[in-house]
T-cell receptor
Framework: GENVEQHPSTLSVQEGDSAVIKCTYS??????FPWYKQELGKGPQLIID?????GEKKDQRIAVTLNKTAKHFSLHITETQPEDSAVYFC??????????FGTGTRLKVLA | ETGVTQSPTHLIKTRGQQVTLRCSSQ?????VSWYQQALGQGPQFIFQ???????GRGNFPPRFSGLQFPNYSSELNVNALELDDSALYLC?????????????FGPGTRLLVL
């Protein structure tokens, strides 16, 4: 069935270092890959997304890369700050209308 | 902050009861999707509504039902509550039903079933 695997489940980095979160999807028909940040007690907030006709997208300190052949996509955060600490979810469009989410990565940025 | 709002923020029910959760879409959005997020897990798709009709459903039993109103707001109803229904319920709005449409999430309703 449709599945998205996400690694690592937890990630601790020193402030100013980079963080990388990786996801693998199973549905070859997936063509849209959003990333969400969820802070404690809040709903997921879209931080960046990528469509299947693009290999990389960057927005300031955040970038996402997509390898359709390998069915991999990754989130890269550079120059991490304490306020980047949160749970990050990757997702892949599944079927005709829904998202399939990964299991989340808890990122801790140590000051 | 998205323009998606949900009510109530928290709810406590007992097993066997029924619950109704509400969602208001972001302005201009005509599609609402509902997700269940268990503690420590990613959101799981429940169903989607478009123009007041159910447009698709995930692997949830019929006791999970929904409505969408002409103003595109939506309700999620759960009958015969079970302990495992305890979760954060999220609604997300989007413009259109294509899978490439970005979905914007509300803050969620945390349901506890005792």
């Amino acid at each position: 069935g449709e599945n998205v695997e996400q690694h690592p489940s937890t990630l601790s980095v020193q402030e100013g270092d980079s963080a990388v979160i990786k996801c693998t999807y199973s549905d070859s028909a997936s063509n849209y890959f959003p990333w969400y940040k969820q802070e404690l007690g809040k709903g997921p907030q879209l931080i960046i997304d990528i469509r299947s006709n693009v290999g990389e997208k960057k927005d300031q300190r955040i970038a996402v890369t997509l390898n359709k052949t390998a069915k991999h996509f990754s989130l890269h955060i550079t120059e991490t700050q304490p306020e980047d600490s949160a749970v990050y979810f990757c997702a892949a469009s599944g079927g005709t209308y829904k998202y399939i989410f990964g299991t989340g990565t808890r990122l801790k940025v140590l000051a | 902050e998205t323009g998606v709002t949900q009510s109530p923020t928290h709810l406590i029910k007992t097993r066997g009861q029924q619950v109704t959760l509400r969602c208001s879409s972001q302005s201009g959005h005509n599609t609402v999707s509902w997700y269940q997020q268990a503690l420590g897990q990613g959101p799981q798709f429940i169903f989607q509504y478009y123009r007041e009709e159910e447009n698709g459903r995930g692997n949830f039993p019929p006791r999970f039902s929904g409505l969408q109103f002409p103003n595109y707001s939506s309700e999620l109803n759960v009958n015969a509550l079970e302990l495992d229904d305890s979760a954060l319920y999220l609604c997300a709005s989007s413009y259109g039903t294509r899978k490439e449409e970005t979905q914007y999430f509300g803050p969620g309703t945390r349901l506890l079933v005792l």
